[in-house]
């Protein structure tokens, strides 16, 4: 879960660059290229925080047995 939390950083990231690009130009190509690139960005933000999601509800309902076993 930590490297989804990281990429989602990673998203953000990409996600502050498009606005500031599209704060930046003038160009009506500049600015529909960035609309259409925050679109695509945030459907892979929805779609990765819902595996996220998933992933977490499945660990929790299948815990490891191994995991609170005594050791040998």
Do not use: K, N
């Amino acid at each position: 879960m930590l490297l989804q939390r990281r990429l989602l950083l990673f998203w953000v990231g990409l996600l502050l660059q498009q606005v500031r690009r599209a704060v930046g130009s003038t160009g009506a190509v500049d600015v529909g290229f960035v609309a259409a690139a925050l679109m695509a960005y945030r459907i892979g933000l929805a779609v990765l925080v819902r595996a996220a999601r998933q992933a977490e509800r499945f660990l929790r309902q299948h815990p490891d047995p191994r995991v609170g076993a005594p050791a040998d």
